[in-house]
C-alpha cells in the first residue's frame, strides 16, 4: 500500500542533543512539508520542499533543518537551538507543483519530548 | 482576520443528531478546499474535497459558497464515532501551500 512512513513515533532529546525524525514515502509526491503541532493547537508549516534538492522555510522554521536528497525522503532535524521541542510532528507529500487541487497525506506522526 | 477561520467549538451534541461546521476564508483566491478529520493525539485524514457543485459521501456533505466565501460540513444521524476535531483547509490557486484552520471541536454523546 502506499503512504507516509514517519519514524520514531516517539522520540526523547537530551539536553544540547541535535535529532532526526525520518520521514518517507512511496506515493511519487513531489511535494513534501514538515508541520508542528502543539496540543490544542493547529497545525504549523516548519519546512517545505517542491522537488529534490530544495526546500524553503514555513512560518516557524528556527531551530530546524531538513533535507531532501532523494524524492522518497525528507528527515527533520530538531536542533539544539530549538529550546522547546516538545510537540507532535506531523510530515505530509502532496502532487506537488502546479496541482494545487490535491490534498495532503499524512504519516501518523512522531511525538518529541524533552528528558 | 485569519485567513481561514473556524469555531472551535466543542460541539456537544446526541447520537443521531444533525450537526454543521462552518469555516470562512478570507482569499479570494482561494481554489480548492477539503475536510480532514483528526482523531485525538492522531495524524490528520482526509474525510472529503468540497466542489463547487457540493458533494456528499453517506450522511457527509460538503458545501462551498464562493461569494460568502465559506465552506460547510454536515454530519446526519451522528455516530459516537464521528467525535474527533474537524479541520477545514484551504489551497490558493498556484499554490500548492494549504492553509489549515485550527479545527472544529465534535463530542458525541450516547
Known amino acids: 500500500d502506499g503512504g507516509i512512513t514517519q519514524s520514531p513515533k516517539y522520540l526523547f532529546r537530551k539536553e544540547g542533543q541535535n535529532v532526526t525524525l525520518s520521514c518517507e514515502q512511496n506515493l511519487n509526491h513531489d511535494a513534501m512539508y514538515w508541520y508542528r503541532q502543539d496540543p490544542g493547537q493547529g497545525l504549523r508549516l516548519i519546512y517545505y520542499s517542491q522537488i529534490v534538492n530544495d526546500f524553503q522555510k514555513g512560518d516557524i522554521a528556527e531551530g530546524y533543518s531538513v533535507s531532501r536528497e532523494k524524492k522518497e525522503s525528507f528527515p527533520l532535524t530538531v536542533t539544539s537551538a530549538q529550546k522547546n521541542p516538545t510537540a507532535f510532528y506531523l510530515c505530509a507529500s502532496s502532487m506537488g507543483v502546479g496541482i494545487s487541487n490535491q490534498p495532503q497525506h499524512f504519516g501518523d506522526g512522531t511525538r518529541l519530548s524533552i528528558l | 482576520r485569519k485567513e481561514v477561520e473556524q469555531d472551535p467549538g466543542p460541539f456537544n451534541v446526541p447520537e443521531g443528531a444533525t450537526v454543521a461546521f462552518n469555516c470562512t476564508y478570507s482569499?479570494?483566491?482561494?481554489?480548492?478546499f477539503f475536510w480532514y478529520r483528526q482523531d485525538c493525539r492522531k495524524e490528520p485524514k482526509l474525510l472529503m474535497s468540497?466542489?463547487?457543485s457540493g458533494n456528499e459521501d453517506g450522511r457527509f456533505t460538503a458545501q462551498l459558497n464562493r461569494a460568502s466565501q465559506y465552506i460547510s460540513l454536515l454530519i446526519r444521524d451522528s455516530k459516537l464515532s464521528d467525535s474527533a476535531t474537524y479541520l477545514c483547509v484551504v489551497n490558493r490557486r498556484g499554490s500548492y501551500i494549504p492553509t489549515f484552520g485550527r479545527g472544529t471541536s465534535l463530542i458525541v454523546h450516547p
Open positions: 468540497v466542489y463547487s
Open positions: 482569499n479570494s483566491a482561494s481554489q480548492s
